[in-house]
Structures are given as structure tokens and as C-alpha cells.
Nanobody
């Protein structure tokens, strides 16, 4: 099992940047593909970005492509989400998730594929 703890959320102005971190417990972090999802009030949870175990495969939602960057540091058991040029529509609770069934280069974009979830961190972007 793995436990995930997100941090780095906050209240920013449109156009600002934030970096989210997700620290994972355990010694098998490299065994998991990792992803970020978000959920705005009254909306369904949506995929944001994912990175494979090898970090060789990365995928972004169209809404964040070119503005957000996902990365991972297996030595630090941490996955990051660098968010630039933030918009009010990026306001949501951001969750990191781990997929224990992925291949070395595989990634998934549906929430059902992910076994473990963090508690979430709030990101609020004002206009």
C-alpha cells in the first residue's frame, strides 16, 4: 500500500503559478504510475495529468496542456504538478493518485484505474 499527502495549494491571482507536491509513503513509489485529478464544486472529478513509472510517458488534459507540467522524483517518493498561467477555471481541489497495475511506461487517464488517493489540496484562482 501507499499513502499520499498533497501540499502546495493556495489562493492566487490569475496568471500566477503554483507547484503542488504529493509525497508518498513506502519504498515502492517507483512501482506506481502517478496522476493528478481535480474536482471543482458541483462538478465531477476530472483528469489533469499523469506520468508513468519510468517518467517516459506523460499525458495532459487539453485544458492544461502547455501550462501545467507533471514530474516525479522516485528518490524522493514525490510527484509534482507545476501550474503556470493559472486561470479562475483551474479552481478546484487537486488530488494525486497512484496506479499499482500500470506497466513501466503505461499511464491511465480514468479515475477508476487508480488505487490510492490523497486527501486533496485546494487551489483557488481569483480573476
Amino acid at each position: 500500500q501507499v499513502q499520499l499527502v498533497e501540499s502546495g495549494g493556495g489562493y492566487v491571482q490569475a496568471g500566477d503559478s503554483l507547484r503542488l507536491s504529493c509525497a508518498a509513503s513506502g519504498r515502492t513509489f517507483a512501482s506506481y504510475a502517478m496522476a493528478w485529478f481535480r474536482q471543482a464544486p458541483g462538478k465531477a472529478r476530472e483528469f489533469v495529468a499523469a506520468i508513468s513509472r519510468s517518467a517516459g510517458s506523460i499525458y495532459y488534459a487539453d485544458s492544461v496542456k502547455g501550462r501545467f507540467t507533471i514530474s516525479r522524483d522516485n528518490a524522493k517518493n514525490t510527484v509534482y504538478l507545476q501550474m503556470n498561467s493559472l486561470k479562475p477555471e483551474d479552481t478546484a481541489v487537486y488530488y494525486c493518485a497512484a496506479d499499482s497495475q500500470s506497466s513501466w511506461v503505461g499511464i491511465a487517464t480514468t479515475a477508476a484505474q487508480y488505487d490510492y488517493w490523497g486527501q486533496g489540496t485546494q487551489v483557488t484562482v481569483s480573476s
